[in-house]
């Protein structure tokens, strides 16, 4: 009967049916040997009462009837946590239910959809959370998740509106998940590094990150030896911001030039014979190049290819932005020893190019030059964090209603760490 109900080291007594409510009541009582030890340590520990009498226990259904296991609760007199209640062999401590609930709980958060889970087994979805929260507790004491780790990359991902972060370091040789934390500042980036202990920290050979000051100078304070590497999509991105603030300024400028030179147009339709107005249509041309201007060129469009031409023809100081942004991405294309060169004539086309967005760009290229470099030359990027990051946002809508972000810290590691719950039985 143990083996049906999922216990070990357990007495079943009897098993009834509740006349009240129909669920199945397994009578059950520990070992000897499994008595009387404290339920924080599993110490052996005297006795100190009965405790609040008989307690239940879920545990998974028999078919389709709602089970639960019901023993006595004493208390025991722990010299290290005082006065509480005994440990159990089926489930944790302070958990209302059995370890084998837990562990198909797990692994069905991890699998399927909210309401699968909340259905299938009958419970609320915060419970799900703090079921999450405790397995992977357990899981993470039973295996080193810093073990062998060399290369990491290092960002943080919104999980909730007001400016609610996590900070996730991730293994770029496994692809593992290696560690999340609330929080996106030093004190939060320490923590990582606290766990991870001076030695290993040493042993860190490359670190990826954007350029957020926080993250630099964290890395530089405890593993000083490691090659720092920018991602190149952010650089990029950079480019990206600049392009757009010019092309902002181009439509105001054209905005300005119309009210200037066109007089203003009355209600309803301009007549057939009316002076065409070059002034307007270049704003409204302006307004949406968005999409041309961002885009690679392998990926425009026909009518986007137009569009491009049409600024570069009309707007040459525009075109230059978009040239310069193409320039720097060009760069992330080359071999190490040409892309030295080709980032260094890139800086000096910026800081002569007197477009104000890309003057302030090249200082930040020139203040984070040899981690841009340090990119091409090793190959790496964030591209591996913004996958798990992706990941992290689907699991993120799937937690949505969890109380608390370890809950959907421990449903990340489960998923994403390495170490994914297995169902009861099949280990």
């Known amino acids: 009967m143990g083996n049906l109900l999922g216990v070990e080291k357990t007495t079943v007594h009897h098993v009834e049916t509740c006349p009240d409510t129909g669920v199945l009541l397994a009578r059950v009582t520990p070992h000897k040997s499994m008595r009387n030890r404290c339920g924080s340590c599993s110490r052996k520990s005297p006795r100190y009462d009965r405790g609040a009498g008989p307690r239940r226990w879920r545990t998974l259904d028999l078919g389709t009837t709602e089970t639960y296991l019901v023993a006595e609760a004493p208390r025991v007199n722990c010299p290290e946590h005082g006065v509480t209640v005994a440990a159990v062999p089926w489930a944790r401590h302070q958990a209302g239910h059995t370890r084998v609930f837990d562990q198909q709980v797990s692994w069905l958060a991890t699998q399927c959809s909210k309401f699968a889970v909340t259905v299938l087994m009958r419970i609320a979805w915060r419970t799900v959370g703090s079921i999450i929260d405790r397995v992977w507790k357990d899981t993470a004491k039973a295996f080193d998740p810093f073990k062998d780790l060399r290369r990491i990359g290092i960002d943080e991902i919104s999980?909730?509106?007001?400016?609610?972060?996590?900070?996730?370091?991730?293994?770029?040789?496994?692809?593992?998940?290696?560690?999340?934390?609330?929080?996106?500042?030093?004190?939060?980036?320490?923590?990582?590094?606290?766990?991870?202990?001076?030695?290993?920290?040493?042993?860190?050979?490359?670190?990826?990150?954007?350029?957020?000051?926080?993250?630099?100078?964290?890395?530089?304070?405890?593993?000083?030896?490691?090659?720092?590497?920018?991602?190149?999509?952010?650089?990029?991105?950079?480019?990206?911001?600049?392009?757009?603030?010019?092309?902002?300024?181009?439509?105001?400028?054209?905005?300005?030039?119309?009210?200037?030179?066109?007089?203003?147009?009355?209600?309803?339709?301009?007549?057939?014979?009316?002076?065409?107005?070059?002034?307007?249509?270049?704003?409204r041309t302006l307004k949406d190049s968005r999409m041309a201007l961002w885009k690679n060129p392998e990926n425009l469009t026909d009518k986007q290819e137009v569009k491009l031409g049409w600024i570069v023809k009309t707007d040459p100081r525009l075109g230059r932005a978009y040239y310069l942004k193409e320039g720097l991405r060009t760069v992330f294309k080359l071999p190490h020893a040409d892309a030295v060169v080709a980032l260094d004539r890139w800086v000096a086309w910026a800081r002569r190019c007197r477009i104000p967005a890309f003057v302030k760009l090249q200082k930040s290229i020139v203040k984070h030059r040899d981690s841009i470099l340090a990119s091409i030359e090793h190959g790496l990027s964030n591209g591996r964090i913004e996958s798990m990051n992706t990941k992290i946002r689907l699991i993120t809508r799937v937690a949505f209603g969890f109380k608390s972000p370890e809950a959907l810290i421990g449903l990340a590691m489960l998923s994403l760490g390495g170490r994914k719950p297995v169902l009861p039985g099949r280990e």
Request: hydrophobic share 40%.
């Open 159 to 283: 999980y909730k509106r007001g400016h609610k972060y996590i900070t996730v370091v991730v293994d770029h040789d496994s692809g593992r998940l290696v560690w999340a934390s609330p929080g996106r500042d030093k004190a939060t980036l320490r923590k990582f590094f606290d766990a991870l202990d001076a030695e290993r920290s040493a042993g860190i050979t490359h670190v990826s990150a954007d350029a957020a000051n926080w993250i630099a100078t964290i890395v530089a304070e405890r593993c000083p030896g490691a090659v720092r590497v920018a991602d190149p999509f952010h650089v990029v991105m950079w480019a990206t911001d600049a392009l757009d603030e010019e092309r902002r300024a181009s439509w105001n400028r054209a905005r300005a030039a119309a009210r200037e030179n066109e007089p203003a147009r009355g209600p309803g339709r301009p007549a057939k014979d009316a002076p065409s107005r070059p002034d307007s249509e270049k704003v």
